[in-house]
């Protein structure tokens, strides 16, 4: 295991009714908000009015940075921090998904920098203060109510980048507010969890027992539960589990004292920047494929993950064959649960491969379990055709 030094700073509130505690939260914070929502989907659900309730019971003035996209835009960022610079905005609230609670971020961090808040994403510059940040989250995914990532879309550039940012310093969570997400937003969030708990499980750091079977659990939850919460959107128990998933797939838990890899997620990034895909669509697609192009540099780890994650019986095979077996359990799940299996999916072909390779690697080689360069992500990509 190696060092590390953990810190997570986000108060968790977790169940159903704890929207009630928002109105608490708000007069802590300050009384003008930036709220930021997508696309109005919570105004349909009967939950933009509970927030805004509880928002003007704490006296607050609202203000509204509405319509972030799926993969959200840089212009919608700079939209937000301009608006927070002209209202004198103390805080904001960000009530949707991961894309939402991102956008949102990268709102937090930019109104105090004097620079461009793309600096964040290019590496020029490291954010070091931020808008207090807090967060109802609806969508079981992304894991950005518990840490500092945001990922962020430059449409203009056709780049797609991760950053550091800010810790949300309160998350509400009751899984009554995803019961009302579309089927395929469900499925895609079941991917993007499944996705980061692979980028921090699959790694070549030894005697880590106890984050390899943190890892394990999780997974082997979501498994047990996807398929009920598909069968029953409203199964509260099983959005619960879920959503707790989703928290503990990326709140800094698995990574601590391992190498963790997150090449996929890069590659992904860059398609969904070139193709504006949704984000755990297009990880269902290219992570069975980055598995197969790279299982040989552990097989020991791909063993561990089919007999463990997958119950692959390893009688009378070799380690190749079990490695394998659980390589093709992930893609049978994923398709399983009606997640997209190749890029022809989305009518994407061959003619920009070379393109969203070299976007994949602005900065050298990706990965830690075995570094990719554009050509190793090229062929990624033409697997997953």
Not at 31 to 55: A, E, H, P
Not at 142 to 164: A, C, D, L, P
Not at 253 to 273: C, F, Q, Y
Not at 299 to 314: C, K, L, Q, T, Y
Request: aromatic share 10%; charged share 20%; hydrophobic share 40%.
């Amino acid at each position: 295991m190696n060092n590390f030094v953990y810190r997570n700073p986000t108060e968790l509130i977790f169940g159903r009714g704890q929207l009630s505690v928002l109105e608490a939260k708000a007069k802590q914070l300050g009384s003008t908000v930036l709220l930021v929502y997508g696309g109005g989907s919570i105004k349909r659900s009967g939950l933009y009015d509970k927030v805004v309730s509880q928002l003007q019971a704490a006296e607050c003035r609202v203000i509204e940075l509405s319509g972030v996209e799926p993969n959200p835009r840089l212009n919608t960022v700079k939209k937000g921090i301009e608006l927070c610079r002209q209202e004198g905005v103390e805080w904001i609230l960000a009530v949707g998904g991961g894309s939402v609670i991102d956008a949102a971020k990268a709102v937090a961090v930019g109104v105090p920098y004097e620079g461009d808040v793309w600096d964040f994403y290019t590496r020029k510059a490291v954010a070091e203060s931020a808008l207090p940040l807090g967060t109802v989250l609806t969508l079981a995914a992304t894991g950005s109510e518990m840490n500092r990532g945001s990922v962020i879309t430059n449409w203009e550039t056709q780049e797609k980048f991760g950053g550091t940012c800010t810790f949300p310093t309160f998350s509400i969570l009751d899984p009554e507010n995803t019961f009302t997400v579309p089927r395929d937003q469900t499925i895609y969030g079941i991917c993007d969890i499944m996705s980061h708990v692979f980028e921090q499980y699959f790694s070549h750091t030894t005697e880590i027992p106890l984050q390899t079977r943190f890892a394990e659990s999780i997974m082997k939850t979501v498994i047990e539960n996807a398929e009920r919460v598909l069968e029953n959107p409203e199964d509260y128990d099983a959005r619960a589990n879920i959503l707790y998933c989703g928290t503990m797939a990326l709140n800094g838990t698995l990574p601590v004292g391992v190498d963790t890899d997150w090449a996929t997620h890069s590659i992904e990034h860059a398609v969904s920047a070139v193709y504006d895909i949704p984000h755990g669509g297009g990880l269902a697609i290219i992570f069975p494929q980055w598995m197969r192009y790279v299982y040989r540099e552990n097989v020991a780890r791909f063993v561990r993950f089919a007999v463990e994650v997958w119950n692959v019986d390893p009688a009378g095979k070799t380690d190749d064959e079990v490695a394998l077996a659980g390589i093709e359990a992930t893609a049978a799940f994923f398709a399983r649960i009606g997640a997209p299996t190749r890029l022809a999916d989305y009518k994407i072909g061959d003619d920009q491969l070379e393109v969203m390779a070299q976007k994949a690697t602005p900065f050298g080689p990706i990965g830690r379990f075995k570094p990719l360069g554009s050509e190793d992500v090229a062929e990624i990509l033409r697997m997953s055709l």
